[in-house]
Structures are given as structure tokens and as C-alpha cells.
Nanobody, 120 residues
Framework: VQLVESGGGLVKAGGSLRLSCAASGSIFSINAMGWYRQAPGKQRELVAGITSGGSTNYADSVKGRFTISRDNAKKMVYLQMNSLKPEDTAVYYC???????????????WGQGTQVTVSS
């Protein structure tokens, strides 16, 4: 199983970016998916999560600015980020709870991360 993020980059404060994450491999089902971020010198934190049924939750710092969504058929999760601030600068990681393989074993997977840099 692999999670591959895309869509990061450099943007000015107030701008927007859309992150995408594609899951691939011998996947039986994907449960919760989410986006985390880690800024230099800080711990990794949850940005937004979405269940298989579409229920969402957000960190207080991004509520009203970020929107998480998923396409179950395409095995993808997205993060639309609007009104970006310099403090949103971090490496953003995709995370998913996946049942995979012949045994349908359940594991938690991480992507490799994508850099988001917001300039003031």
C-alpha cells in the first residue's frame, strides 16, 4: 500500500492550494483518512480528518479555511486550503486507515509528505 501526496508549493499569504493524496496497492477498504502537518521544531498535528461516511473534523486553527474531502471510488483524499497564512507553512502528510492484502489486515499508513510554504 502506498499513499502519494501532490499539490504542495509556495504561495503568498491569502492564497490557496489544493493537496491530493492517492492510495494504491492491494486495498480492500479505506476507513478514516486525514491530513497532518509538521512545522520545523514542532510536533506533527492533525489538520483535518474524514471518515468513510464523510464525517469531518478540523483543527481549530484551520476551521473555516480548509476543507477535506474524499473520493472513495478513486481512493483519494483532498485538502482545499484557502486564506493561507504564514503559520500554515509545514510539511503536510496524508494518513489513512486501510485494510489490505489477502488477509485484509488493518494498518495505518503515511504518505511521504509535501511541502507547503506560505510567504508573508
Amino acid at each position: 500500500v502506498q499513499l502519494v501526496e501532490s499539490g504542495g508549493g509556495l504561495v503568498k499569504a491569502g492564497g490557496s492550494l489544493r493537496l491530493s493524496c492517492a492510495a494504491s496497492g492491494s486495498i480492500f477498504s479505506i476507513n478514516a483518512m486525514g491530513w497532518y502537518r509538521q512545522a520545523p521544531g514542532k510536533q506533527r498535528e492533525l489538520v483535518a480528518g474524514i471518515t468513510s461516511g464523510g464525517s469531518t473534523n478540523y483543527a481549530d486553527s484551520v476551521k473555516g479555511r480548509f476543507t477535506i474531502s474524499r473520493d472513495n471510488a478513486k481512493k483519494m483524499v483532498y485538502l482545499q486550503m484557502n486564506s493561507l497564512k504564514p503559520e500554515d507553512t509545514a510539511v503536510y502528510y496524508c494518513n489513512a486507515d486501510i485494510k489490505a492484502g489477502i488477509s485484509r489486515s488493518r494498518n495505518n499508513y503515511w504518505g511521504q509528505g509535501t511541502q507547503v510554504t506560505v510567504s508573508s
